[in-house]
């Protein structure tokens, strides 16, 4: 994988606040804190200890500022908790983002604290309750792009005309393409899709897996893919057993954008416009 920003995002730093006025305020506030003074004597007596100062700031382990005001550390657990590169992670992320740079006692139960209190993560989080018998997974296939399935996400408010995603997930990698399109697109339509965006970069697959959409099922589809050689798997739709992961990818389309967006809306196509801004993205990129 290339490094960019989203996968070393936890290179970026932690808050929007200036570094100089919150290390103001933190020294302000240590001033006051038993803490702070019995280990700033500790240093003074000479005694071995993982904290040391510099600059009037206390600091642990090297680089990690301490803070000591209950009102700064909130301001810091808002700022790794819902920041935009963030995206509301859970209590895991969170806490590891805050130990990069600062530090105080009990910071990964606080840390668990905020995250139960805060109001989006429940709107957005998708449940996935356990199954009522064990699953009949499809065999694995044992290369990339062997083996793929396909769904779509329709009935999306338009953008530039286009009002629905189709989705397309590789088996063996997980990766997915998701590719604009219409939710009345023919399957000539989706053929040409497929061709221009998977079979160019990825070669021809030995199966699909689909559910049972018209496109899926016509003539056309059938016979196109017969003469290619490319065995066709269908499945009834919101059937975990087969196409369960095209499933799952697209209940994480649908969260992203709701939580970046305020999590004032609990499903696309809310007041917010969610769907119209995912297909804008999902749009601009594929093109």
Known sequence: MVPNALNRKHQLKVVYVEET??????????????????????????????????NGLL????????????????????????????????????????KRSYYWPNLKDDAEEYVKTCLTCPQNWTLNKKQAKLLQPLPMPERPWESVSMDFMVSLPPSRG???IMVVVDRFRKMAH??????????????????????????????????RDPKFTSKFWRALWKRIGLELKMSTSFHPQTNGQTERVNLVIQ?????????????????????????QQVETFCN
């Open 59 to 98: 600091w642990y382990k090297q680089n990690r500022l301490y803070v000591s005001k209950r009102r700064m550390r909130d301001v810091l657990l808002k700022e790794c908790h819902d920041a935009p590169f963030t995206s509301h992670d859970g209590a895991k992320c969170t806490t590891t983002f805050l």
């Open 21 to 54: 006025k919150l290390q103001k305020e933190v020294q302000i506030a240590n001033r006051c804190d038993e803490f702070d003074k019995e280990v700033r004597q500790n240093i003074q007596n000479g005694a071995k200890s993982h904290f040391h100062l510099q």
């Open 162 to 164: 286009l009002d629905a």
């Open 178 to 211: 998701f590719i604009p399109t219409k939710d009345e697109a023919m399957a000539q339509e989706t053929c040409k899709l497929f061709f221009t965006h998977i079979c160019k970069h990825h070669g021809l697959p030995k199966d699909i897996v689909s559910n």
């Open 255 to 279: 969260q992203f954008p709701k939580e970046l967006c305020g999590g004032e809306s609990t499903r696309l196509g809310g007041p917010l416009g969610v769907s119209q801004i995912l297909l």
